[in-house]
Structure formats: C-alpha cells, structure tokens
C-alpha cells in the first residue's frame, strides 16, 4: 500500500476539535504536565564545524549562487521535524538539516510556510527545494526528484516499565492514542475492525487533536500505547524525561527525501553529495540526536532511490 508518512490533520469541524481537545486536558498528572511542557523544548545544535565544499557549491544552479540564498517550503505543523518556536521561527530537525546543506553549499537559508500540499507543484518556482518529512514514493518521483537524508516509520511507546504489558502486535482492546486525521488513524481502523472480525473488541481509540496530546494522556496514565510517526514518537520519549519508552519494531519503514526540481539533475547532486558530507562528517547524526531522532540515520545519500 502506497500511503503518505507525512502527518497531516483532515479538514475536521471546529466543534470536533474543540471538543477533543476539551477531553485531552482531563485527567492529567503531573507527569504528563512535564511532558507537555518539556515537548516545547528547542534544542541547539552546533553547526560551526561545517565547511563548505566547493566542488559542490559550483554544483547549484547559477540563479540560487547568485541569490546567495537557499528557499525552502515547509508545513510548520509536523514536531520534531518542522514547526513554529516560540519564537515564531521555523524550528525542528528539518530546518537544522537546511541550515547544515546551506552551510556545506555557502548559502544562506529561508523557510517559508506553506500548505504541505502546495510545496511540489511549487518546487523549482517559488522554493527552490522542499524539506518537511516528504517519504519517497513512486507517485512523487513522476514529478520530482528527491534526495534520501532520513528513514521514518510507524513507532510505539508506553508508559516506562509498560505496567499495562501492553504489546504492539496484539491492541485489541487497547487504549490507542494518536493524532486525529493521521495514517495512525486510518491503520488503526483497520486493526480493529480485524479483532471484531476474529470475535475479540476492537481498539478503544483515543484520537487527539495532535500528537503531543496522545503522548501526554498515555504518560499520564490515560491510554494504553502511542502510535505515531517514529521520529514523533522518539522526540516524545526523548523529552518525556523518563516517563515514556519505545517497544516494538518500526513499521513500514521507508526513506525520506529533500524535493528538488526533475530537470535540475545537477543540482540534486549537489544536494546529494551535501547530505553525504554531513552522514560521513558526523554532523547529520548530531542533528538528529539532538532532537531524539537518531535512529532515523541512514548510511548512504541517493537520487532518486526506489521506494
């Protein structure tokens, strides 16, 4: 099944969300206060020790050298990997990732806000390139070319200790939290409607309004198990401050991509070789576990791979 990775809320009306997100603040601890107040946490990442790369750098088309400036678009709406700080700046590991590329090209970057939807039909237009946790699939090669830098799937964590012996392949019964509008959601239909199927209940789903709600109530004790996007459900373990742990495997496990135009094969090697400068130099693995993420390491970067 070819189905988008990327975390998206459905157009839902606004007395659902309100009312879901009136049930999210029920029943909360203290140690799920934590949480919500350590997943605003911003971590800094040291960038200093990047070079740029000339050879690469002569790589990027003329018009963005003479620019000096590298444009991305990004839906600020997806923590750890893209979002709006408390600052009102693009935040997250996606930007760390453009400002280390920017670096290694000797380019100055920008990320301007879009609708997730908008980014491909405006690459090579208004953006000169797209990073906010696109997965690489067949649909979106047909239009663009895109540069592997990351690996996301579907992850699971528990309160720590998993004192509910809760286990990932079996949630029949299950309090499920994740966020509305979500892949999670549609899997997890799915699911349930298979243990009704063999005689047994259905998932007891706990939908919120966003992941950092569904990570909140399962540490505070309210649902069983979150189900989100690996790299949400490792921030959410990496600032639950103890209260939170990952178990089980990643599922559907695929790559992510930085979107680039198809007629720039030029410049998608520049991205390329940047990307592998920053795997072999270290510093890719340092951004990534500075925001809980470093599982999400690949080995080698690639144009265009296959899905």
């Known amino acids: 099944m070819n189905t988008p990775r990327r975390t998206l809320l459905r157009a839902l009306p606004a007395a659902v969300l309100v009312g879901t997100a009136a049930s999210v603040t029920a029943g909360c601890t203290r140690a799920s206060e934590r949480l919500d107040a350590e997943s605003n946490t911003v971590p800094e990442v040291d960038l200093s020790g990047i070079e740029r790369q000339d050879d690469l750098a002569a790589m990027v088309p003329a018009p963005i050298r003479e620019r000096g400036e590298l444009i991305n ?12 700080g408390s600052d009102g700046e693009a935040v997250g590991y996606d930007m760390d990732v453009l400002a280390a590329i920017g670096q290694v090209l000797g380019l100055s970057t920008r990320t301007e806000s879009a609708v997730f939807a908008q980014i491909i039909p405006s690459i090579g237009s208004k953006y000169d390139v797209g990073i906010s946790s696109f997965t690489i699939n067949a649909e979106r090669l047909e239009n663009v070319s895109m540069v592997s830098y990351f690996q996301a799937g579907i992850a699971y ?3 720590t200790g998993n004192p509910y012996d809760i286990d990932p392949a079996d949630l029949c ?5 994740l966020q ?4 999670q959601e549609e ?3 799915e699911r349930s409607d298979q243990c009704r199927d063999a005689g047994r209940p259905g998932y007891d789903m706990l939908a919120y309004v966003s992941n950092s709600d569904a990570a909140t109530n399962v540490a505070g004790g309210k649902g069983d198990i979150l189900m989100a996007d690996s790299p949400v459900t490792a921030y959410a373990v990496a600032r639950s401050r103890g209260t939170l742990e990952q178990i089980g495997d990643i599922e559907e496990s695929a790559l992510n991509g930085i979107v680039v135009p198809k007629d720039q094969p030029e410049f998608a090697e520049a991205l390329r070789g940047a990307v592998q400068y920053l795997i072999d130099s270290g510093h890719l693995r340092e951004i990534f576990a500075a925001w809980g ?3 999400g390491m690949i080995e080698r970067a690639e144009v265009d791979p296959q899905p």
């Open 293 to 295: 993420n470093e599982n």
């Open 157 to 159: 964590a528990v309160r």
């Open 173 to 177: 019964g299950k309090r499920v939290a």
């Open 187 to 189: 899997l997890s239909l």
């Open 73 to 84: 678009g990004a839906a600020l709406n997806y923590a750890p990997g893209e979002f709006v």
């Open 180 to 183: 509305v509008g979500t892949y």
